[in-house]
């Protein structure tokens, strides 16, 4: 195979770098922008290239030693090779050029983190260990450097063989209050206290075979209520996790999502909050209530809207004395069937705090922003793209970016979160 002398030009999404050959695209894994490199295509496509480093012809002086030793074939990090401060500010370009290219100036980005090191209390183990990088075999380890020390406790004195089969979440952390013990197939008899292992749910053929009027009637069984239970939920409650949250209890199914970092999450929450206050505030999107637990100490009555009725049910546990009401709908029927009533018999919202998923706002939900003006929005992301789409909405509807923040949840990864600050102000 041919080789080319290549100059690394910005990181992209994703933390290849982009370098041009012949005109065409090519993106590099590995490298860091302004490096001097010789490299050779592995695969072309129509519009670009992908290519491997050969040799490092000029290091950046931002290129350190990676510290794990399964870096580059673990299928987790991708940027342990560059010095800590310098991969924030790489994270901190992409987001930016994202708003940018959808036309939104940006403020001064600022940066919430925490520990590099240590931080991830949220693992997926198969059978026992990591995927390997673009593969489906299973790198085993003993210790993983960016996961918390209850985690590697686990890990060190489990055994593989006595880890359990299949796919699994595992959540550790000081702040774990649950008392768990970890069966003795899999952990030889410890307690570890501080660490969840999921049961895993098994779909079976039934699950995923069931259409017709049985899913009909089994999705009205599930609807939920207002400030109702869902009767026929799948949880287990096994698979409770309860955490202590910058002074809050919040309890969530570890099957399902939680923030890995809890660091990062208690200084997100922070900000969140920051300035915040009033009579009534929307959490679209809510979860199982994490940032509704804190809204409601600042806000008269809190709306939660959640489609997931797993996570909604541990809204309702969390919000437990709280003036609330929660809402078991995709925020697109919220909207449809209940958005105006609320807002007829409470007043229109003080603000506004949204946490969608990847794919950003429903369409729905972003027009109804754009047109019902709420003074304060709060608008935090995993995906800096979707988030730039639906802040130029918003921002052509009238609304003012005045806060931008890299939310640095996952240290010596691409992965990118974001939290905005919109503003209406009535002329």
Same mark, same amino acid.
């Given at each position: 195979?041919? !080789?080319?002398?290549?100059?690394?030009?910005?990181?992209?999404?994703?933390?290849?770098?982009?370098?041009?050959?012949?005109?065409?695209?090519?993106?590099?894994?590995?490298?860091?922008?302004?490096?001097?490199?010789?490299?050779?295509?592995?695969?072309?496509?129509?519009?670009?290239? !992908?290519?491997?480093?050969?040799?490092?012809?000029?290091?950046?002086?931002?290129?350190?030693?990676p510290f794990c030793p399964l870096y580059g074939k673990c299928g987790g990090c991708?940027?342990?090779?560059?010095?800590?401060?310098?991969?924030?500010?790489?994270?901190?370009?992409?987001?930016?050029?994202?708003?940018?290219?959808?036309?939104?100036?940006?403020?001064?980005?600022?940066?919430?983190?925490?520990?590099?090191?240590a931080y991830r209390g949220r693992i997926q183990l198969t059978d026992g260990g990591f995927n390997e990088k673009e593969s489906n075999s299973i790198v085993q380890l003993t210790n993983c450097p960016i996961a918390t020390a209850e985690i590697n406790n686990?890990?060190?004195?489990?055994?593989?063989k006595f880890r359990p089969k299949g796919r699994v979440h595992i959540f550790g952390d000081e702040?774990?209050?649950?008392?768990?013990?970890?069966?003795?197939?899999?952990?030889?008899?410890?307690?570890?206290?501080?660490?969840?292992?999921?049961?895993?749910?098994?779909r079976t053929s039934r699950d995923i075979k069931l259409q017709g009027k049985a899913?009909?009637?089994?999705?009205?069984?599930?609807?939920?209520?207002?400030?109702t239970y869902f009767a026929g939920t799948t949880l287990n409650q096994n698979n409770k996790c309860t955490i202590n949250l910058a002074g809050k209890k919040i309890d969530f199914d570890v099957q399902g999502f939680f923030?890995?970092?809890?660091?990062? /999450?208690?200084?997100?929450?922070?900000?969140?909050?920051?300035?915040?206050?009033?009579?009534?505030? /929307?959490?679209?999107?809510?979860?199982?209530? !994490?940032?509704?637990?804190?809204?409601?100490?600042?806000?008269?009555?809190?709306?939660?809207?959640?489609?997931?009725?797993?996570?909604?049910?541990?809204?309702?546990?969390? /919000?437990a004395g709280t003036k609330h009401e929660s809402y078991g709908q995709s925020g697109e029927k919220w909207v449809q069937?209940?958005?105006?009533?609320?807002?007829?018999?409470?007043?229109?919202?003080?603000?506004?705090?949204?946490?969608?998923?990847?794919?950003?706002?429903?369409k729905a939900v972003c027009q109804w922003l754009c047109r019902n003006k709420v003074s304060q929005i709060r608008s935090v992301s995993c995906n800096p793209s979707t988030h730039a789409r639906d802040a130029h909405f918003l921002v052509k509807s009238g609304y003012n970016l005045t806060k931008l923040y890299l939310l640095d949840f996952y240290p010596h990864t691409a992965h990118i979160e974001s939290l905005a600050n919109f503003e209406y102000v009535e002329d």
């Open positions: 195979m041919s !080789t080319y002398t290549i100059i690394a030009e910005k990181m992209v999404a994703g933390g290849d770098c982009l370098a041009k050959i012949n005109g065409k695209n090519v993106f590099i894994p590995y490298a860091i922008p302004g490096e001097k490199l010789e490299v050779e295509i592995t695969k072309s496509f129509r519009d670009y290239d !992908t290519a491997k480093i050969i040799k490092i012809l000029e290091p950046s002086s931002h290129r350190v030693e991708n940027l342990q090779h560059i010095d800590s401060d310098y991969q924030k500010e790489l994270r901190k370009e992409i987001l930016r050029d994202c708003f940018e290219r959808e036309g939104i100036p940006c403020p001064e980005i600022q940066v919430v983190s925490g520990s590099d090191k686990y890990l060190a004195e489990t055994d593989q702040r774990v209050q649950t008392a768990s013990l970890v069966s003795k197939k899999q952990n030889k008899n410890e307690n570890y206290s501080k660490v969840i292992i999921a049961e895993e749910t098994q899913s009909q009637k089994r999705k009205q069984r599930l609807h939920l209520q207002k400030n923030q890995s970092n809890l660091e990062v /999450l208690e200084k997100t929450i922070a900000e969140v909050m920051r300035n915040m206050g009033g009579k009534n505030v /929307l959490d679209m999107y809510s979860g199982c209530g !994490t940032f509704s637990v804190f809204l409601a100490d600042i806000f008269e009555k809190v709306f939660l809207v959640e489609h997931n009725r797993d996570a909604i049910v541990f809204a309702e546990t969390n /919000l069937e209940n958005a105006q009533n609320i807002i007829a018999n409470n007043g229109n919202f003080d603000a506004v705090v949204i946490d969608p998923p990847r794919s950003g706002m429903e």
